[in-house]
């Protein structure tokens, strides 16, 4: 099999949510052929001309125990938000310390104390 067919494969597998809903569309109507093209799969991951089933092996079982990090098919990002995770407000404030100095960062939390001091509010920013 040439490294052509591989990379097509790859493409494949990776946008395979893409191509799902036209795939199944597609080949509903082509249901009598089924049988045959589990033949084909079949044929392509036994017979050792091909050497399917190594491929199949060596690109995406071996992966998955050799490093586990790298291939995650459960990972699902989440949404940023800055206010649930205080981490981020932290990191924001060292940021802004080091691009504008201690003295900076203190004049600022000086002011947002006297402002809220003034309104009378029962809160205070950390």
Not at 22 to 42: D, N, R
Not at 63 to 82: M, Q, S
Not at 107 to 117: H, Y
Request: charged content about 20%; glycine content about 6%.
């Amino acid at each position: 099999m040439g490294s052509g067919t591989g990379n097509f494969l790859k493409v494949v597998l990776k946008n395979i949510d893409v191509l799902a809903g036209p795939v199944v569309s597609l080949a509903y109507p082509l249901l009598p052929f089924w049988p045959y093209a589990k033949l084909i799969a079949t044929c392509w991951l036994v017979i050792p001309y091909f050497s399917g089933a190594a491929y199949v092996y060596e690109h995406f079982v071996r992966p998955l125990f050799v490093n586990p990090r790298t291939v995650n098919i459960w990972y699902v990002p989440r949404k940023k938000d800055v206010f649930s995770k205080p981490d981020d407000i932290l990191t924001a404030a060292e940021k802004y310390i080091q691009e504008n100095g201690p003295d900076a960062f203190e004049n600022i939390i000086n002011r947002v104390d006297r402002e809220s001091k003034s309104r009378g509010s029962n809160y205070a920013i950390f």
